[in-house]
């Protein structure tokens, strides 16, 4: 896939504020001294059965990589893939429905879309946010010192792919579907009065996956207490049951020789982490006295919010496994 970029930025346009350079989760464009727009699009497949609690979790989805960036969503378009032959049009009716009750959510104005007949059935949104240039907030500025905060448990690949083979407890779909619906627009604003140094939205890397994005923009070392590492319930069992996604194994090839190979815990335990993520939590980088900020008006505001780890000068390799 990065072969296929190969030679589409070599006359960047010196208004691209954050290109694909460092895997950040959107593009930002100046288009005037205090004003530029954060860009982004995705697409998912249905990851529970209720159509409108799919369109639900994909606009939340797709909204999160404007909250990432420290920006305000404004506008959207859907953008639908769907087998008209065979799925009712009411289908489809419910899943724009469940999106545009999410972007009533955020104050985001649904401005079009497109749709596209095809074998499969896919929703997403294409997301345009403000953000004023000096407030970017980057996933490649973590600094030495900072800590590392998650703001949702992880798992929500690892239930989905137990729901489809029919082995979810109803617990565990309960409490995925709320969190995949639930926005990163309240932390997202806190982290911001709490003068965030780097963030990133946990999504189809999985945790390591864009820890190691994080590492690697800014050319530090993080360091991650896998006890400390919220999982939502029932995961650990799903694992145990060989309810683990394609995805999880695509990630932990490709990211594991970015981790320091001495510190592994056993690897039905590395595997939630490494678990691709939609809708996840936000993976925030602040100093210490900011990140106390931040845990203490997180916990007076109902945010969920845990300390998972910390950034330190770049070492032999990217990620740390305590």
């Not at 009065?193 to 993080?222: K, Y």
């Not at 683990?244 to 190979?261: E, K, M, Q, T």
């Amino acid at each position: 896939m990065a072969k296929a970029l190969d030679g589409l930025w070599d006359d960047r346009d010196e208004n691209l504020l954050v290109g694909p350079e460092t895997s950040d989760d959107a593009g930002v464009y100046r288009i005037g001294p205090s004003c530029a727009l954060v860009e982004t699009a995705d697409i998912i497949t249905p990851l529970v059965d209720d159509p409108f609690c799919f369109g639900c979790i994909a606009a939340a989805n797709a909204v999160s990589d404007v909250y990432a960036m420290g920006a305000r969503p404004v506008t959207a378009m859907n953008l639908v893939f769907f087998p008209a032959c065979t799925v009712p049009g009411d289908v489809l009716r419910e899943i724009l429905a469940g999106g545009q009750s999410v972007l009533k959510e955020c104050g985001v104005c649904l401005v079009g879309g497109h749709t596209v007949e095809d074998d499969e059935l896919k929703y997403g949104l294409s997301v345009t946010g403000l953000v004023d240039p000096e407030r970017i907030v980057r996933n490649s500025t973590a600094r030495p010192g900072d800590v590392l905060i998650l703001t949702k448990p992880l798992g929500t690949g690892i239930i989905s792919t137990a729901i489809k083979g029919e082995l979810a407890p109803q617990q565990a779909v309960a409490e995925a579907i709320a969190w995949m619906t639930t926005l990163n627009r309240a932390a997202a604003e806190l982290m911001c009065r709490c003068n965030v140094s780097a963030a990133t939205d946990v999504t189809g890397f999985g945790l390591l996956g864009h820890a190691s994005e994080m590492a690697r923009g800014a050319g530090v070392t993080i360091r991650l207490a896998p006890a400390s590492i919220p999982l939502m319930s029932g995961v650990a069992d799903l694992v145990n049951d060989g309810m683990v996604p394609a995805g999880c194994y695509r990630n932990r090839d490709h990211y594991l020789p970015f981790i320091l190979p001495t510190t592994f815990p056993d690897d039905a335990a590395l595997l939630p982490l490494f678990d691709p993520q939609t809708s996840g939590g936000m993976l925030i980088a602040l100093s210490g006295d900011n990140a106390g900020c931040f845990l203490a008006e997180a916990g007076r505001l109902g945010i969920f919010a845990r300390q998972i780890g910390q950034v330190l000068p770049f070492r032999t390799h990217s990620l740390e496994i305590e």
